[in-house]
C-alpha cells in the first residue's frame, strides 16, 4: 500500500505569490494533517482535517488556509507568500482524528525568494 | 510555536554504543510518539505509546511513556551507521483535536 504522497516536492515562489500544496493520505485514512517544519527545527501543527471538516489550527496567519476532498485527499495554500514562508511542508494522515499514529509523507520544500 | 524540551540537542557516539535521549514538557500528554527523520524525507514513525508507565521496544530502540505524563524517553542498543539521523519526540494532549507538538530533535552521529 502506498504511503501518503505530496506533490510538488520541490517549488521555488516568489515573494508575494501563491502557493498550493497536494497530499493524498493511506488509503482508509479520513484524517489528514499539515505541519510547517523549518530548518532546525521540530513540526509546527497548522491544520488537521477529519472527515472534510476543520477539526484544528494552529498558530498561524490567516493566508495560510486549507480543505479536505470527498476522497479525504487534501490541500494547503498560502497567499502572500513571505520569505519566512520558506519551509518543508509534511502532510500526515492518520485512521482517526484525535488519536492513534500519524503517518508523515516526505513533504514539498517551498523555497521564497 | 509551543514545543517540547528534548534533549541532548546533538549526540556523537560510536558503533556499538548505546544511545539515550529523552523529552520534557510542562504539559500532561496521554500520547508520546518517537520518529526518525533523514535528509531530504519526512518523519518515520518509530514507537507509540498510549499509558503512563508503559515500555515499549522496536527491534534495538526501546521508549517509555513516563508515570508523571509529562516525559518520555527512547534508548538505541548497540548503534550502527544507519541510525544516523534527527530523532524527534511528540505528544499528544487530548482534548477536540488530535493535533501533536514536537521536541527539537536529537541529531545522531554514528562513527563506524
Known amino acids: 500500500d502506498a504511503g501518503v504522497t505530496q506533490s510538488p516536492t520541490h517549488l521555488i515562489k516568489t515573494r508575494g505569490q501563491h502557493v498550493t500544496l497536494r497530499c493524498s493520505p493511506i488509503?482508509?485514512?479520513?484524517?489528514v494533517s499539515w505541519y510547517q517544519q523549518v530548518l532546525g527545527q521540530g513540526p509546527q501543527f497548522i491544520f488537521q482535517y477529519y472527515e472534510k471538516e476543520e477539526r484544528g489550527r494552529g498558530n498561524f496567519p490567516d493566508r495560510f488556509s486549507a480543505r479536505q476532498f470527498p476522497n479525504y485527499s487534501s490541500e494547503l495554500n498560502v497567499n502572500a507568500l513571505l520569505l519566512g514562508d520558506s519551509a518543508l511542508y509534511l502532510c500526515a494522515s492518520s485512521l482517526h482524528g484525535e488519536t492513534g499514529e500519524l503517518f508523515f509523507g516526505e513533504g514539498s520544500r517551498l523555497t521564497v525568494l | 510555536g509551543q514545543q517540547l524540551n528534548q534533549s541532548p540537542q546533538s549526540m556523537f557516539i560510536q558503533e556499538g554504543e548505546d544511545v539515550s535521549m529523552n523529552c520534557t514538557s510542562s504539559s500532561i500528554f496521554n500520547t508520546w510518539l518517537w520518529y526518525k527523520q533523514e535528509p531530504g524525507e519526512g518523519p518515520v514513525l518509530l514507537i507509540a505509546?498510549?499509558?503512563?508507565?508503559e515500555l515499549t521496544s522496536n527491534g534495538r530502540l526501546t521508549a517509555q511513556f513516563g508515570i508523571t505524563r509529562k516525559d518520555s524517553f527512547l534508548n538505541i542498543s548497540a548503534s550502527i551507521p544507519s541510525d544516523v539521523g534527527i530523532y524527534f519526540c511528540?505528544?499528544?494532549?487530548?482534548?477536540?483535536?488530535?493535533?501533536?507538538?514536537f521536541g527539537k530533535g536529537t541529531k545522531l552521529s554514528v562513527k563506524p
Open positions: 511528540a505528544g499528544r494532549n487530548g482534548g477536540s483535536q488530535g493535533n501533536l507538538i
Open positions: 505509546l498510549y499509558k503512563a508507565g
Open positions: 488509503s482508509g485514512h479520513k484524517s
